[in-house]
């Protein structure tokens, strides 16, 4: 009778160890977000991150998918425990930000991108004779997985979204030269040309404002279009 339940115990033990790796639920989530099933990848990702302490894809990645079905709070509390432990991480800086864009919360999402400005993975960005984009890239590491440089971020695009929240908030000559910076790279340029034509006109600099919408119009911003048609094609 010993016998028998000490095998039955052992057995009930055995059966309820996980032995599938971190990893594996890991490729598993990801294999499930690219079919966009992202409720089921994020139980997955809770399994990778309960075998694997501090794994920044996964707690990355479950952030993604919690913002994609509209959980931007539990996104950010998911980037900021990689904040905890990786304080100078460009990307889930950003994507803070990002975050509390979505949420209206402008100034928290200037806050965060300040602080990705200022990591060593913001990118800077220049132009080659070609006029291409080139990045100056300090984090590259002999790695196939979780490589620091995964987490970079060229600063052409975070001047972008900076510049996106100091419009929101009203802060025209702010956004203005956010904007301009990303026009030095040819980053988003029919965008950025919309917003700093919409910037100069509420500071009633009309012929800036026209020069502006009429450089996003010819790249084909409708938006732009309208304006040009609105406030700067008068006889």
Not at 63 to 86: H, M, P, R, S, W
Not at 87 to 99: K, P, Q, R, V
Not at 192 to 210: A, E, F, N, P, Q
Request: charged share 25%; net charge negative.
């Amino acid at each position: 009778m010993l016998k028998k339940l000490s095998y039955i115990l052992s057995f009930i033990i055995l059966t309820s160890c996980d032995f599938t790796s971190a990893e594996s639920y890991y490729n598993q989530a990801i294999e499930l977000s690219q079919q966009k099933k992202y409720e089921n990848a994020i139980l997955l990702f809770d399994k990778a991150i309960e075998k694997k302490d501090n794994f920044r894809p996964a707690l990355i990645n479950r952030a993604y998918c919690k913002a994609e079905i509209g959980n931007y709070e539990e996104a950010i509390n998911d980037y900021e425990i990689v904040i905890q432990f990786d304080s100078d991480n460009t990307f889930a800086l950003c994507e803070i930000g990002y975050n509390w864009s979505t949420l209206k919360n402008h100034q928290k999402a200037i806050d965060f991108y300040n602080k990705a400005l200022n990591t060593e993975g913001a990118l800077h960005t220049s132009l080659n004779s070609e006029k291409q984009k080139i990045a100056i890239n300090t984090n590259i590491e002999v790695k196939q997985f979780d490589n620091n440089a995964d987490y970079n971020v060229l600063d052409c695009q975070i001047y972008y979204n900076r510049g996106i929240e100091y419009f929101e908030l009203k802060e025209y000559e702010k956004a203005i030269i956010d904007f301009k910076k990303s026009l030095e790279v040819d980053n988003m340029v029919s965008n950025s040309h919309y917003y700093i034509g919409k910037s100069y006109l509420v500071l009633k600099d009309t012929i800036k404002s026209c020069e502006n919408f009429d450089i996003s119009a010819r790249l084909g911003d409708i938006e732009s279009k309208e304006m040009l048609n609105k406030y700067c094609n008068r006889k």
